[in-house]
């Protein structure tokens, strides 16, 4: 991955407890964050990019889904900066943002854009940055497409 | 209300204290606010062949109504928790509505009570949409936030518009003896609260509340019979957007231009026959969003409405005359349907409403998920 920026200057001991339960359906996505890709499922039929996993196109309802790397470009639809600590673990990180993206390939996705040096706003380029928080696991947050 | 056999009136009303209620149980604040209700409308517990409920949000018990049954000592023929979040107050409405159509019983009892304030709120903190947590999205106000950051992006909504909802419901929950907050704020006020999630502060946000609230259906001819005026369910509209919020195709839209729509052309009225709104009003942003939705104003221009005093009594529209969920208590819109009725018979005292015919009632849950729109008239209110 020569496109996609991983970072671990950050500290994000303790993060594996916010992750989601790793099942049989979500494990290639969490599998290609931990190996520095993001993936999402692509329907064999109508060719449309899809996320959460399903085992079924959410578009047309073929069961022909795949899983294939994707760049994860894309734009700010809507964030916040948040203030209230709701997480023990995101303390060393408040404010933060937490932005709403349209990726270039369809879905939006949630994520976090921490260490921002000037506030982004609605219809920013964003590119995705893959946290790593031990060998095993890592996660998606967005920092703008020009850092 | 067209389409149906019989018309349908709410002929009793009732709740307990709000904000904080340390001793009483969901299930205490459930039958209390019923049996307020009944004794409002001038009947027992004897007369009731329903039992609906919406769910405690704090806790989400099972087979819910069938408790609050017992609690009760009734046995009735219709019983059901709907889990249409806010919407709900309006859903159970419908329901009821149908039941009786059916044949299947003439009074009903709606109910909503909780104490996520002595109890958990725990729910009301959680993460949002699947994998939200490594996102850092926590809590319902960073959600709504979410939408409102994409309507004020889209129609230019300010922060300082936003700030005068938060500023009228205030002023109204001021004349209301039961609500929580009753201290008038200014706009200085309202900017200078801590954030809570950009664009929101703290002002932007209900309160998590303890209490309850309940109301009675029944039929027309029935409702002629009792103690007080019967106030007529003239039209009801669902709309349901739907889908995990921020994947939704437009984020900032609610469900109330479509609700509206329907409720509008049920009852065969308009938006000019309304006299007051009572809108869930979780976030400021929410009234907002659905007055531009209704058609009441343009989009982009509610902000403006409220912040030239339309939408306080003695305004074009007044909005929220008990303080809503913003004031009054951060119930989840039980509340609304109580005041309308109220304003509509004539007893606000201090916050009452000139002469009111039509009042609405906007009830929406989720993040802006499902929308249901209520009109209610006295009788004779604009040309049944």
Known sequence: MNTMNTMSTLNFDGFGELFPEITELNKPYWDGLAQGEVRLQKCGACGKYQYPAETFCYECGAQKMAWVKVAAEGTVYSFIVVHQLYHKLLKPFMPYTVAIVQMDEGPRMLAAMLGLKSPIAIGDRVKPCIRVVDNERAFLTYVPANE | MRNKRQRYCIVGVGNTAYGHTPGLSQTALNVLAIRAALEDAGLTTKDLHGVLTKAPTSTFPRMWAPQIAEALRVKPNIVGTLDQAGATNIGLIQYAISCIELGQGEVVAIAYGDNPRTGTRENYARARGGDGAVAGLFGTPSSYALAARRRMHEY???KEQLGHVAMTHRYHASLNPNAVYQDPITLDDYLNARWVAEPFGLLDCCPVSDGGAAYIVTTEARAKELKKAPIYIRGIGQSHPSWEFFRRPDLAASGAAESGRLCFASAGMTTADVDF???????????????????FVPRGKAGAFYQEGHTRLGGKLPCNTSGGLLSETGMPGTQLVCEAVRQLRGECGVRQV??????LVSQQGGILTTHATMLLSVEGGRLQ
């Open chain 2, 354 to 359: 000139k002469n009111p015919a039509v009042g």
């Open chain 2, 156 to 158: 230019g909504t300010t």
């Open chain 2, 277 to 295: 709104c009572e809108i869930y009003d979780c976030f400021t942003i929410v009234p907002v969003i659905t007055l531009e939705e209704y058609g």
